[in-house]
């Protein structure tokens, strides 16, 4: 066996044997404690917690690759919650009036376009500039949640559409429209990240910029399209999410950087870049909807929820440290 | 030097951008408003800024140490919410010293797992603001924590007191600022705070023990973060479990606009208190021009880019970056 074969089975492995221990301690657990008779391991809820996974998921397939080039994106929570706000006022706007149901593909449309224009504006700055992407978006969490308020002051924005809540709420083979949703974006980035240019570019820059940008890789526009792609997620997330629910408060969709950056590490992406896996990221969603789910089942409460997902985000984060003492990290101090 | 070149100009312009962006402001907001440089309205904005502005003088601690702390908003919250607990059942001589204690404990948990388990502190900080904010909702039970006896009590003085016609609030920070100012620019610690920001391996080999340099700048930060927290629980009498919630942002703004590299090793208390005036004086002085509260957000969004932008053009002689 080479060296390092076994500590990388483990990392590449560790999020699936993690989740497991989930189902089993969950379930276990939920004979004693659990509020309702019904089992964790209910095929209708699994169904459910996919389906909840969607929202916190699709973005961290894009945080995953913004990861592995290198940089990070914070705002990911400001825009989802001011995509949601121009989704569904857009399907009010008097203009649309005359097309019906013909609006939900205007409206998904131009909320989308927002998200990809304030990523677009993130990677931009980025990439012109030369700041950091933490500060940049950390700057943008806040202007973009400011352009939140702005909009509708600290009301909710508030409008259901019949057609949209029927379409999100409908199951195909059994799978609900969100997680089709999910299961779509993952396939599309693993094809993006394993199979073309642009992916491997990424890997490389991320790994080592110096040595890509003398291998001729531009690495400016690689870095935004990354930041585009993730604005684009963070809002598809939105629509998907606010077509069933149809109210978003200025306040939603904070926090989520948190949420998503904790299910990116869990997966084995590196938070220097270079390195990660998309398909260990929809594990490591995988286990954190579980553990909510989880403990919502023995009858935790969300501040609990709050205190394992930290804790657990630290340990994960001292466990990859040690496993890759014996890796070459050990170089770079 | 007689002539000044263009590229003077611009060099300089870059250095004190901050300071020539805030004397503008200032004129401007002056002009608008008549208001503005009222000595009422500059001790408001002070005593305003001040819960903030403590937790910066931690912080500026941490960042030129070459870290990040994100949780210091959630251990404010934690620590209005213990001290105001406390106060009724122990009595506010003894909650004072148990909340900082408590306090103290979560900085050193910090300290240790940035220090001597060398993980990063972003992410150790982020998982931390989840931890703490679970547990101030657990040690609160989710309710909001207020004082019985409001008149009472000699808590208040901290966060309403005046001493010679100033508000406690700014003496404080003042105080705080004048002292951890001289323990960085002064003092055998301070030294090496700079050098393992500045360069971790060069300042192990010359024998500055990293981990507890790391350590103590943790425990610098949670020890402003109970003082503020103290400050706000004394002001308000009552509180929120999240109280303190985003604050991280904003103070880690007030630092980077105040000049310290978010890599570590330059920055100094002076300049992050100018970056905590900077904040609050644009802050007021959109809410007097008549704007929306949360257009801030945006221009505060703004001030941050342009003022690392501009740091980093007038350390690499160029305005646009090299990337291809």
């Known amino acids: ?333 | 030097m007689a002539t000044m070149t263009k590229k003077d100009i611009g060099g300089f312009l870059a250095r004190q951008g901050i300071l020539v962006a805030f004397a503008l402001f200032i004129i401007g907001f002056t002009i608008a408003n008549p208001k503005f440089l009222t000595p009422d309205n500059i001790l408001s904005v002070v005593r305003s800024s001040a819960i903030l502005g403590v937790m910066a003088l931690g912080v500026t601690f941490v960042v030129i140490s070459g870290n990040l702390d994100l949780s210091v908003g959630s251990m404010m919250s934690f620590s209005t919410i213990v001290v105001l607990d406390l106060h009724d059942t122990l009595g506010p001589t003894m909650a004072i010293p148990a909340m900082f204690a408590m306090t103290l404990a979560l900085g050193a948990l910090i300290g240790f797992l940035v220090g001597y388990l060398k993980l990063n502190s972003l992410i150790v900080t982020l998982g931390m603001l989840s931890a703490i904010h679970g547990l101030t909702l657990t040690y609160s039970g989710g309710k909001n924590m207020d004082i019985d006896d409001k008149s009472g009590t000699w808590l208040s003085v901290f966060g309403q007191g005046q001493i010679a016609g100033i508000p406690v609030p700014i003496l404080i920070f003042l105080a705080l600022a004048a002292l951890l100012g001289i323990v960085l620019a002064k003092t055998p610690f301070g030294r090496k705070v700079y050098a393992v920001g500045g360069n971790g391996v060069a300042a192990t080999f010359s024998g500055i023990r990293r981990a507890r340099t790391v350590f103590l700048c943790y425990l610098m930060s949670a020890a402003c973060v109970a003082t503020a927290g103290l400050i706000q629980a004394s002001r308000s009498m009552g509180s929120q479990n999240t109280v303190g919630q985003g604050m991280e942002l904003e103070v880690l703004a007030a630092v980077i606009l105040g000049g310290a590299s978010l890599l570590g090793g330059s920055g100094t208390i002076f300049k992050t208190v100018i970056g905590v005036l900077i904040l609050g004086f644009i802050q007021n002085g959109l809410l007097l021009m008549g704007l929306q509260f949360y257009a801030q957000f945006v221009v505060t969004w703004v001030i941050i880019i342009l003022a690392v932008w501009l740091d980093i053009a007038a350390k690499r002689g160029r305005l646009w970056s090299p990337i291809a």
Do not use: C
Request: no cysteine.
């Open chain 1, 1 to 333: 066996m080479k060296p390092g074969t076994l500590s990388s089975f483990l990392k590449r492995g560790a999020i699936w044997g993690f989740i497991v221990l989930e189902l089993i301690f969950f379930s276990l657990a939920g004979e004693f404690l659990a509020l309702s008779d019904k089992a964790f391991m209910d095929l209708d809820n699994m169904l459910l917690l996919l389906k909840q996974s969607a929202p916190i998921g699709i973005i961290a397939m894009g945080m995953t690759i913004v990861m592995i080039n290198g940089n990070i994106d914070l705002s990911v929570g400001a825009i989802f919650a001011l995509a949601a706000i121009i989704l569904l006022d857009s399907l009010t706007w008097p203009i649309f009036a005359g097309l019906g149901d013909w609006v939900i593909p205007v409206s998904w449309g131009m909320a989308l376009l927002v998200g990809v224009a304030l990523g677009a504006l993130n990677g931009l700055i980025v990439w012109k500039t030369g700041v950091d992407a933490f500060i940049v978006t950390l700057g943008a969490m806040l202007g973009y949640r400011g352009l939140v308020f702005m909009y509708n002051g600290e009301q909710p924005t508030s409008h259901l559409n019949w057609t949209l809540v029927d379409f999100a709420e409908a199951q195909f083979l059994g799978l609900h429209t969100a997680t089709w949703f999910l299961l779509a974006v993952t396939a599309a980035i693993w094809v993006l990240m394993t199979r073309t240019v642009h992916g491997r570019n990424a890997y490389a820059i991320g790994n080592n910029r110096e040595a890509a940008v003398n291998a001729g890789i531009r690495v400016g526009p690689h870095m935004m399209i990354n930041f585009m792609i993730i604005g684009f997620l963070a809002a598809l997330s939105a629509v998907v999410f606010y077509s069933e629910s149809g109210s978003v408060n200025p306040n939603d969709g904070q926090l989520y950087e948190l949420w998503v950056i904790t299910a990116v590490v869990l997966g084995g992406t590196r938070l220097t870049g270079g390195a990660g896996s998309v398909i260990s990221t929809f594990g490591g969603v995988l286990a954190i909807q579980l553990l909510r789910k989880g403990l919502g089942h023995i009858g935790a409460d969300t501040s609990t929820v709050n205190l394992v997902i930290g804790l657990i985000l630290i340990a994960v984060l001292f466990l990859d440290r040690q496993l890759n003492v014996k890796g070459k990290e050990e170089l770079k101090i």
